[in-house]
């Protein structure tokens, strides 16, 4: 299973998210932001050397604590500029054949190098924020995802103050909707890049996050 997680704009926690679903899943996560990425490591190799054929996408492999296996985005312009994004397909079907799951932390918004992954990923998680212009963009996104025939396993409304009305979310999105609480450990996950279902497995939201995951493990039976 190739899982994509989007959003249509930054700041919604989707890197977060994905890190964490990685590790409930015993799955690579792949930061795959050639300008802008969140899951970055102080090393050589990155997401950019492998679209660039310098190396293999499992050289590019790290793993930290917990046995978590991250492919790093890297962060230089002139990488991404070097990057040759038709390499993205192949080189997470790769990742796909040897693992066989894989999440993949894609770029936010509408351009080109957010739908590559899309159109490989099998199922795809939308995240966005309760206010109305992200899901404006949850929108936008949940339709490119649709034209790219990845499966949506469902939106998550991520960030909530207040436990939301998902009927309401449910009508306007047109998707399964699922929902996490705002949380400020989870601002950790990435400042450590050691996920809270780690460092806490009692915790309330990692117990969301594991129904999260096998959800997708459903969603994407569903789609074979």
Known sequence: MICAVTSGKGGVGKSTVSLELAALLAAPVVDADLTMADLCLDTHTTLHDVLCANCSPFDALHRMAGDILILPGGKTLAGARAADISRIKPTLEALEQTFGTIIIDCPAGL?????????VADVCLIIASPENYALRDAIKIRELAETL???????????????PDTDFYRNILQAPI?????????????STLTPLCHRN??????????RLAHELI???????
């Open 178 to 190: 699922h929902t996490l609480p705002y949380e400020p450990q989870l601002k950790e996950t990435l």
């Open 201 to 210: 497995t009692a915790h309330p939201i990692a117990d969301r996050l594991s």
């Open 149 to 163: 025939q990845s499966g949506i396993a469902g939106i998550i409304i991520n960030q909530c103050h207040h436990e």
């Open 111 to 119: 351009a080109v190098d957010a739908g590559l992954p899309l159109a």
């Open 218 to 224: 459903r969603a994407d039976a569903e789609t074979h």
